[in-house]
């Protein structure tokens, strides 16, 4: 091992237990559409409603998990309660989906037995296992790399792993439900239990070997021993001339204006552009989202899927994005590292831009191919329009991945780490309210639906709606940059 890789041992260790949790997670992703449609037989929009509420509620959910494990957890133990609430998750679905049997009929609401009953329960312990599992595992490739350079080098080896369970979960849901075979769900969901437990034992033996920082030494795994109005009370006191007993006494309006007077311009300053750009986040992630959504229903419907003698299952398509994040994931760093050689710094601003107009080329191409199915041209498209959509939306994600979350790891407090990476993980929840109410209205036949005001007659026009979208946050980073850019200050964050 090179005197590199045992300097990131930490970030190499928890990166690989993380394969086990990426792998059941995001094989139910793969096929979590699938499984409303086909299992729990319900309709293209009731699916596409419980599809965004889960994932609303889900990544809405580490808010309050991320005060829990700051108050009350240490990193360790908060992951293994995330493990264990996952393992609980996937034993609940396979009995739900050991309930199944073909049926024609198509539910508008919910059917409440005890199937559905199930099911829901299993993804609230996979909501919540998921965000104490992601939460702690971020947290701890902070805690393991001792400043800016080797937190990078941390989610650089962190995201293409993670990428590898996503693929493994694909394949596995592939191989063992494949195109048609709904019964083997159960299975699929046991085996993801195993998988899990597989990932728990191995951290908890080894965690205490291998959890070290840079420099080798052992990883701070403690939780906060005081409670946030009490913190919020000293660092009040630090920045204003009152006491603690003073600042006790403030109710929640005065607390905010002594803190408020507190920031100097460049602060505020900062924060505007913040709350700016969580907008153009929320937008540029309902247009992501629509990857498990709109393009599951038209891959079911409108791509051509018999190659030769094999059908290949709608969920094996899932596996184009991290095939391809695997093999971009280096060409960028390599990119980006000749890139800061010259002297050129692309900043935040210009990065978000080249990602959205990316995410706008991506619907062009869908929209292109609805076009030709709305004249009735063609009926299927080729398999070649899904695959460049997908390497594209790679390129779009990957800008936007591995700077998001060193972002937040530079930026959020220590002690409230887990609490600011959730309110960065919740502009996906309010992404996903929104996917939720325009992919309830994907066109399955020649009706003319309306998405405020919006009229959609066809695929080419609902895929245009992400374009619209896309650009216009595009325009808005182009025409403002300069001013963006002018507000973050950054030369005087760089330097504190």
């Not at 993670?162 to 596995?172: M, Q």
């Not at 070290?212 to 630090?238: A, C, E, F, Q, Y």
């Not at 066809?458 to 808005?476: E, H, N, P």
């Amino acid at each position: 091992m090179s005197e590199e890789s045992k300097n990131m041992k930490g970030s190499y260790f928890i990166s690989s237990i993380s394969i086990t949790s990426s792998i059941a997670e995001y094989g139910i992703s793969s096929i979590f559409v699938l499984f409303l449609l086909d299992v729990l037989n319900f309709s293209i929009p009731l699916s596409s409603n419980i599809y965004a509420y889960y994932y609303g509620f889900a990544y809405l959910l580490p808010i309050l998990i991320g005060y829990i494990s700051d108050k009350y957890l240490n990193k360790s133990t908060a992951l293994t309660m995330g493990f264990i609430s996952m393992i609980i998750s996937q034993i609940l679905l396979g009995f739900a989906a050991s309930f199944y049997h073909p049926s024609t009929i198509t539910y508008d609401t919910p059917v409440f037995n005890t199937q559905t009953i199930t099911y829901f329960t299993g993804l609230f312990f996979l909501a919540l296992g998921t965000s104490f599992s992601t939460l702690s595992i971020t947290h701890i490739i902070n805690s393991v790399n001792n400043n800016e350079d080797s937190r990078i080098k941390g989610f650089s080896i962190y995201y293409p792993v993670l990428n590898i369970g996503v693929l493994i979960g694909s394949i596995i849901t592939s191989l063992i439900v494949g195109d048609e075979n709904f019964e083997l769900y159960t299975v699929a969901f046991f085996v993801f239990a195993a998988i899990l437990t597989i990932g728990l034992i191995s951290f908890r033996l080894f965690k205490n070997k291998y959890l070290v920082d840079n420099d080798g030494n052992p990883m701070k795994d403690t939780s906060s021993s005081d409670s946030i109005r009490n913190v919020s009370n000293k660092i009040l006191s630090h920045i204003s001339n009152k006491s603690i007993l003073e600042i006790n006494s403030l109710n929640l309006r005065q607390r905010r204006k002594l803190f408020n007077n507190s920031l100097n311009p460049h602060e505020k300053d900062r924060m505007m552009v913040f709350l700016v750009f969580l907008v153009v986040i929320i937008l540029y992630r309902v247009a992501y989202s629509q990857t498990g959504l709109s393009l599951v229903f038209f891959i079911t419907d409108y791509v051509e899927r018999d190659v030769s003698f094999y059908s290949i299952p709608v969920q094996a398509f899932y596996m184009l994005n991290p095939i391809f994040v695997l093999i971009l994931s280096p060409i960028f760093i390599k990119i980006n590292t000749k890139v800061k050689e010259r002297g050129i710094d692309l900043g935040f601003v210009n990065r978000s831009t080249i990602s959205i107009l990316f995410m706008a080329f991506c619907f062009v191409i869908l929209a292109s191919a609805g076009y030709f199915i709305d004249t009735g041209a063609i009926d299927e498209i080729n398999l070649i329009w899904i695959i460049a959509f997908e390497f594209f939306i790679v390129v779009s994600e990957i800008y936007f991945a591995i700077a998001g979350y060193s972002m937040v790891g530079s930026l959020a407090p220590e002690k409230y780490y887990s609490v600011f990476f959730g309110l960065y993980t919740a502009t996906r929840s309010i992404a996903m309210f929104i996917s939720g109410i325009i992919s309830s209205n994907f066109p399955i036949d020649v009706e003319v639906k309306f998405i405020h005001n919006v009229p959609v007659n066809g695929l080419m026009s609902y895929f245009l709606i992400f374009v619209v979208t896309s650009l216009a946050a595009a325009a808005f980073l182009i025409v403002f940059r300069k001013r963006l850019n002018a507000k973050l200050h950054l030369e005087e964050l760089n330097k504190s």
